[in-house]
């Protein structure tokens, strides 16, 4: 059974920053489709789950940003996951031009049950016929990231709403890219020139929620938390650049 699913793509208007290159977010977006595309291929795709009661969550994703390409450049994306662990899976992505890699990154994955709310073993939902490949890339591990951000300095708030909300019903893993991003102008974003995003989802958020983003600093990173009404960390964030 293919096991790897690659596609070339053209950078859309509609896809890029205020540079005219293809913006952060959207490249957390384009992996997050190609995924769900490619999972019905193997026989894990939603529809096929949600008639089994079961749900695909993503725990943990890390991005490494090489070049930003420009709007109307041709780019291919690849799509392929790891031979699965006991509850945990990697799933890996690419974003490539004619002048090599643009972008890399990886999600750590489970399938939840629904009806307990619990991780299913992998190995009982897994078609038995696949051939994992053995390549990888983004290969230094995720972050961590410390979920109390008490004394932390808050740098806005943000409030879910219906745009955010994916089939799930509560707020899909890229908006809370976008909501970090919404807490800078475009010159601070440029200033940054983003190199590695490392995003860990924790709780779940819904409509109307409030979330508090909160930030600090580290020798190496800059580390965000957005935290809900009960003082809890719903997401993680750190971001490495090259300021």
């Known amino acids: 059974m293919e096991n790897k699913l690659q596609k070339n793509i053209k950078i859309q208007t509609s896809m890029c920053d205020n540079l005219s290159r293809l913006s952060i977010p959207n490249i957390f977006t384009v992996f997050m489709d190609l995924a769900c595309e490619h999972a019905p291929m193997l026989g894990m795709g939603a529809d096929h789950l949600a008639k089994k009661g079961l749900f695909w969550v993503a725990a943990k994703t890390k991005v490494k940003i090489h070049r930003l390409p420009e709007m109307l ?46 991780p299913v073993k992998l190995s009982e939902i897994y078609p038995e016929n696949i051939e994992h490949l053995e390549e990888t890339v983004c290969d230094t591990p995720f972050a961590r990231v410390y979920d109390d951000f008490t004394e932390c300095e808050v740098i806005g708030r943000y409030k879910v709403c219906s745009n955010d909300i994916d089939i799930g019903q509560h707020m899909n893993n890229v908006a809370y890219i976008r909501a970090l ?4 102008s475009c010159k601070e974003l440029e200033e940054m020139n983003i190199t590695d995003i490392d995003i860990a989802f924790r709780l779940q958020c819904y409509e109307g929620d409030t979330l508090t983003i909160c930030k600090r600093n580290t020798e190496s990173a800059t580390e965000f938390g957005f935290i809900n009404k009960d003082g809890k960390a719903a997401a993680t964030v750190r971001i490495e650049t090259n300021a």
Do not use: H, Q
């Open 181 to 184: 991003f919404s807490m800078f």
């Open 73 to 118: 450049s041709c780019t291919e994306v690849a799509t392929w996951p790891e031979a699965p662990g006991r509850i945990r899976t990697n799933r890996y992505y690419s974003l490539s031009d004619n002048n090599g890699i643009l972008a890399e990154g990886k999600t750590e994955w489970a399938i939840i049950n629904l009806e307990i709310g619990r």
